[in-house]
């Protein structure tokens, strides 16, 4: 079932002996029977989360009963929870994922370099949404505006800015947002690319540097106080969960 109780009717006898069996992340945390009827052996609590038979008591009354087991999660995190924001830092970054869910992610490439009074061309924003089970480890790197993570080397202007990338364990790349192009002395840096693949490639080398590329966004309105970008992993939605099962 997909909600967070479950209940069954009993036609009154002298005793039913059931097993139920919590979803996995969620633990029994409550059972009751209504019309005087008991329930004998049944363990509640975080650590409740195996399956367990249960013995349900009539008590000697002639009606019958509804009883009610509820599954509670595990998780410590509630919907909508943002679980940590990545700056530029100069190295990557790992997240282990702490519950199943839905997340959504948000990447920003590096701004190129600036040049004089012209800015650096801001990085590519990609925002997705992806399913990731618990334990699966993110590895983050964030791009620099000093051209770390791919940023194209310049001889006389601007570096391009890095890209920011978000790699899972188990599926592969996820998301790759493109760096902004360095500016050159008479104008300002190109903005990161539109979103594609999830291969990224390091920016080209020149006068000014290309920004590292492959999967950017469409250009950026995030603009980083001095080096790099941000990224923001929200746990946005628990998912159908089936939380308890029963079996006469």
Known sequence: MSTSSSSFNLNYNASNQITITPNSEYYIS?????NGYTISGLTTGTSATSAQTVTINNNGKTTGSTCTFVASSSC?????TALGSYDYSGSSKN?????????????????GGNYGSNAGGLGGKVVA????????????NTGGQNGYNGGGAASAYGVGGGMTYINSNAKG????????GGATAKAAGGAGGTGGGV???SGGSGQAGGGAGGSGGSAGSYKAATYGTKRVYVLTAHPEWTN?????
């Open 199 to 201: 291969s990224g490639n």
């Open 30 to 34: 409550s059972g009751s029977c209504t």
């Open 173 to 180: 790349t996820l998301l790759i947002a493109g760096g902004g």
């Open 95 to 111: 997240l282990t994922i702490p519950c199943s869910g839905t997340y959504t992610m948000e990447v920003y490439g590096a701004q």
């Open 76 to 80: 410590p995190y509630t919907a909508g």
């Open 244 to 248: 308890a099962t029963y079996k006469k």
């Open 129 to 140: 949404t992806f399913s990731l089970s618990k334990g699966e480890v993110m590895t983050i």
